[in-house]
């Protein structure tokens, strides 16, 4: 059974840089195929897609924000981390993790397993 | 970026209807599409990828179609619990970007 966590600080400072923390169970992040990803929501609006990274260690980023984003895993906690630095009131979201798995006739990936998602608050 | 434009934003719907919501890209992304149900204060879950292919249990009264930039997602007979909002997702290159959603609300 594929679960996904998120965990993180509730409330961060204008300025500051957010650690969210992925904890993943159900599967392996070096597995042939496999990926995970972060994506957003603010409240009331639409879903944002900020980074991912694949089992063999390549990391893609959304374009918008790749200057302020940082993914990597230890594979050893079964965790992926995602850091974004000079955190704004605009960024206040609920951060989702997801897993992603490659849909082998295109070549590209899909999000299939979501995490519960954790809200975040920029505010001083 | 990819622009994806979901039509209409809020639908009013009551059990047994077929719904239709719409998604268009800005450029052609073939057929490289998925569709997400949300439920409030829940996490997305995946209905359908490759525009068409159902995500392994969901139920069949779920269906989609299209390709390049026009594309549908069909309940063929509204059930209580398919009220809930609704998102596409293009997965055509690097950058992927979501429509902004539809809510299927009671009428």
């Known amino acids: 059974q594929i679960t996904l966590k998120e965990s993180s600080p509730t409330l961060v400072k204008p300025t500051q840089t957010l650690t969210l923390t992925c904890s993943v169970s159900?599967?392996?992040?070096?597995?042939?195929?496999?990926?995970v990803g972060w994506i957003r929501q603010p409240p009331g609006e639409a879903l944002e897609w900020l980074a991912l990274i694949y089992w063999g260690g390549d990391k893609r980023y959304s374009p918008s924000l790749k200057r302020r984003l940082t993914i990597n895993r230890d594979s050893s906690k079964n965790q992926v981390v995602l850091t974004m630095t000079n955190m704004d009131p605009v960024d206040t979201a609920t951060y989702y993790c997801?897993?992603?798995?490659?849909?082998?006739?295109?070549?590209?990936?899909?999000?299939?397993?979501w995490g519960q998602g954790t809200l975040v608050t920029v505010s001083s | 970026d990819i622009q994806m434009t979901q039509s209409p934003s809020t639908l009013s719907a009551s059990v047994g209807d077929r719904v239709t919501i719409t998604c268009r890209a800005s450029?052609?992304?073939?057929?490289?599409l998925a569709w997400y149900q949300q439920k409030p204060g829940k996490a997305p879950k995946l209905l359908i990828y490759k525009a068409s292919t159902l995500e392994s249990g969901v139920p069949s009264r779920f269906s989609g179609s299209g390709s390049e930039t026009d594309f549908t997602l069909t309940i063929s007979s509204l059930q209580p619990d398919d009220f809930a909002t609704y998102f596409c997702?293009?997965?055509?290159?690097?950058?992927?970007?979501f429509g902004q959603g539809t809510k299927v609300e009671f009428k």
């Open positions: 997702q293009q997965y055509d290159n690097y950058s992927w970007t």
């Open positions: 997801a897993h992603s798995r490659i849909d082998t006739t295109s070549g590209w990936y899909i999000l299939d397993y």
């Open positions: 450029q052609s992304i073939s057929s490289w």
């Open positions: 159900g599967f392996s992040l070096t597995a042939p195929g496999v990926g």
